[in-house]
């Protein structure tokens, strides 16, 4: 049997629902992802959008006659609307990724591949000399293409251990490999947004973002080596003056 859960202090659900259910009440707007619910098999809390993330739309013959009721006595619409209503709402649902909070992930990047240029022409030379002394001193040319790799592998796990992401309460920096560490800034709090694009990698396109608040002098957090960082400005931007892209 399913594991179920309780909704806190919500006396509209009183009965426990089932992962389905929340599902359906999410995207439906009956319920918020925020929301907290305890699991009836392991006594563990846990909030509406950790229960449901990842999950797609559940077919209508996987979900049982609801237990809840929605419906206010008010509503006088015919049933077809209200599946009509509630697929509109599962499309416009899954164009946003969400943290384990519920927040939804406005923006989400790594810096790019080009600010490791230099050390990919490194990895393509090494792969150059690796081809030619193959016809002369294979043992030299194995060398080099290791190190080639090895290097090509060292640029990828440097770039996809540092994340940037962009929702609509922070923006947070979250970097290393074994232990993920994170450093962030509430939305409200950010008194200042500095864009940097110059020599070499501005030319390329690359910019690095400043986020200062008002609680510290320095910087807060560094998006470094981002593409289109003046367009995740503007996005915080709009945050900042209340706009929701979310209801777009």
């Not at 419906?71 to 509630?86: K, L, N, R, S, Y």
């Not at 450093?183 to 910019?207: H, N, Q, T």
């Amino acid at each position: 049997m399913p594991a179920r859960y309780a909704l806190q202090n919500h006396p509209a659900f009183s009965d426990p629902l089932t992962k389905e259910d929340l599902y359906v009440l999410v995207a439906r707007g009956s319920l918020a992802r925020g929301e907290m619910v305890e699991c009836d098999e392991t006594g563990a809390m846990h909030t509406v959008g950790e229960v449901i993330s990842g999950m797609r739309p559940p077919r209508e013959s996987a979900v049982a006659r609801p237990a809840f009721r929605e419906i206010t006595p008010d509503f006088e619409g015919p049933p077809e609307e209200i599946e009509e209503e509630a697929e509109d709402d599962e499309i416009e649902d899954e164009r946003y990724n969400y943290t384990s909070s519920g927040e939804p992930i406005l923006h989400r990047s790594h810096p790019s591949w080009l600010a490791y240029s230099k050390t990919l022409f490194l990895a393509v030379l090494l792969a150059i000399a690796a081809g030619l002394l193959f016809l002369f001193e294979p043992t030299y040319a194995l060398i080099a293409l290791v190190l080639s790799v090895t290097v090509l592998f060292g640029v990828f796990v440097s770039r996809v251990t540092h994340e940037y992401i962009v929702t609509p309460q922070r923006v947070e920096l979250l970097w290393g490999i074994l232990g993920r560490s994170s450093k962030e800034a509430r939305i409200c709090d950010i008194r200042s947004i500095d864009v940097y694009e110059s020599g070499l990698k501005g030319m390329l396109g690359l910019g690095t973002i400043d986020f200062s608040t008002a609680a510290n002098a320095g910087i807060e957090v560094q998006f470094r080596d981002l593409r289109r960082a003046h367009e995740v400005k503007e996005l915080v931007r709009k945050l900042q003056s209340g706009v929701d892209p979310t209801e777009d």
